[in-house]
Structure formats: structure tokens, C-alpha cells
């Protein structure tokens, strides 16, 4: 305020940087829960074209017998996208973990 920094300039320039590894941390905790959310689309979804990749995982599980080599294949492409979010964000992640309990 006293160099004429405004309230927006303030929240940029001081705020968000020091809250980025936290606010990062918490858009992949967000992302993997929303990714790998399996109750609440099995509840609304009645289309099987509208299912999810989790849903489309439990496919090949049957009552009596379990297809073993397509559920690997599909649980590892399904984790992939998880590894690329968590391999960019890597450095915020480990921070926003170890800072968020510390007082500097």
C-alpha cells in the first residue's frame, strides 16, 4: 500500500506465490479424487457410454471369473494421466506436503 501496490497486485505478487506448492498440492489431491471416483458415477450414470474409466475397470470383473489381462492393461492406462499430473508437479507437491505444518 505505502509503494501504491493495490489489492490485486498485493494477492499476486505476494500472496500466491507463497501459497502455490499448497494451492498445488490441493489440485492434485482435488484431481486423483475426482479421477478415481467410483461410487458416485456408478450411483448416476446409467449409459454405458457415459461411464467412467473406473466403472469401465469393474467391467472385467465378473461374478465367477475376472479377465486379469484387461484389467492390467486398463488399470494402467488409467494411472497414467495421475503419473504425468504428479511428474509435472512434483516439486510444488513435495513442498505444499512439507511446509504445510511448519510456522517460518
Given at each position: 500500500m505505502i509503494d501504491g501496490c493495490g489489492y490485486p497486485r498485493i494477492f499476486w505478487h505476494v500472496i500466491l506465490p507463497d501459497a502455490k506448492p499448497a494451492l498445488t498440492t490441493l489440485s492434485i489431491f482435488i484431481f486423483m479424487g475426482t479421477w478415481n471416483d467410483?461410487?458416485?458415477p456408478l450411483i448416476y450414470i446409467n449409459d454405458d457410454r457415459l461411464k467412467t474409466l473406473t466403472l469401465g475397470l469393474a467391467t472385467f470383473q465378473g461374478v465367477y471369473t475376472t479377465q486379469w489381462n484387461y484389467?492390467?492393461?486398463g488399470a494402467l492406462i488409467v494411472l497414467l494421466p495421475?503419473?504425468?499430473v504428479y511428474i509435472f508437479a512434483q516439486r510444488y507437491f513435495v513442498e505444499g506436503i512439507t511446509l504445510s505444518g511448519l510456522k517460518e
Amino acid at each position: 500500500m505505502i509503494d501504491g501496490c493495490g489489492y490485486p497486485r498485493i494477492f499476486w505478487h505476494v500472496i500466491l506465490p507463497d501459497a502455490k506448492p499448497a494451492l498445488t498440492t490441493l489440485s492434485i489431491f482435488i484431481f486423483m479424487g475426482t479421477w478415481n471416483d467410483f461410487l458416485g458415477p456408478l450411483i448416476y450414470i446409467n449409459d454405458d457410454r457415459l461411464k467412467t474409466l473406473t466403472l469401465g475397470l469393474a467391467t472385467f470383473q465378473g461374478v465367477y471369473t475376472t479377465q486379469w489381462n484387461y484389467l492390467m492393461a486398463g488399470a494402467l492406462i488409467v494411472l497414467l494421466p495421475v503419473l504425468v499430473v504428479y511428474i509435472f508437479a512434483q516439486r510444488y507437491f513435495v513442498e505444499g506436503i512439507t511446509l504445510s505444518g511448519l510456522k517460518e
